[in-house]
T-cell receptor, first 114, second 115 residues
């Protein structure tokens, strides 16, 4: 079956530091890959996505590249802000499932200190 | 254009009571998905509904849990005879189509506490 493995947290960084959150996946076929962000007490918001190999998703300074050869979709940001503090989830949906039936990683909590 | 609306945001139930969680999808969306998030864990798919039909309930516990999405009104996730282990955040998502490349939009969740 499908699975997503994320780097364990929590991750604590100082403002303006470089961020990497690792995500690897196992899936049949050619899945679409997503990063979601969950702010405290809120639901999930789609941060970025990539639908095929070598695609790069980007949004709000975050980016991730779909690497089929390493089955990875690592999230990066060059300079984090305090407002980026949240839980980040990597997810996939494969061509045999549906738009909302995604497989999620366990989430990585990011805290950015001023 | 309102997003996915879930209510209540917080729900407290005693063991043995029933919990009813409501989800109104985004306008125009007829595909609804329910997820459960246990503390310190990711989201786990429960059920996928499309107006009046359950399409995929592979993640639903076999007993006490049920879901519906009537022709009129919100989708309902019902948990009968709740137990402490049901305490979790329950999220609803909706999408315009079932295409896996289509974005699914999430509600803010209902946090159920069983005491």
């Amino acid at each position: 079956g499908n699975s997503v493995t994320q780097m364990e947290g929590p991750v604590t960084l100082s403002e303006e530091a470089f961020l990497t959150i690792n995500c690897t996946y196992t899936a049949t076929g050619y899945p679409s890959l997503f990063w979601y962000v969950q702010y405290p007490g809120e639901g999930l918001q789609l941060l970025l996505k990539a639908t095929k190999a070598d695609d790069k998703g980007s949004n709000k300074g975050f980016e991730a590249t779909y690497r089929k050869e390493t089955t990875s979709f690592h999230l990066e940001k060059g300079s984090v802000q305090v407002s980026d503090s949240a839980v980040y989830f990597c997810a996939l949906s494969d061509q045999n499932t549906n738009a909302g039936k995604s497989t999620f990683g366990d989430g990585t909590t990011l805290t950015v200190k001023p | 254009n309102a997003g996915v609306m879930q209510n209540p945001r917080h729900l407290v139930r005693r063991r043995g009571q029933e919990a009813r969680l409501r989800c109104s999808p985004m306008k125009g969306h007829s595909h609804v998905y329910w997820y459960r998030q246990l503390p310190e864990e990711g989201l786990k798919f429960m059920v996928y509904l499309q107006k009046e039909n359950i399409i995929d309930e592979s993640g639903m516990p076999k007993e006490r849990f049920s879901a519906e999405f009537p022709k009129e009104g919100p989708s309902i996730l019902r948990i009968q005879q709740v137990v402490r282990g049901d305490s979790a955040a329950y999220f609803c998502a909706s999408s315009l189509t079932r295409d896996p490349n289509t974005e699914a939009f999430f509600g803010q969740g209902t946090r159920l506490t069983v005491v």
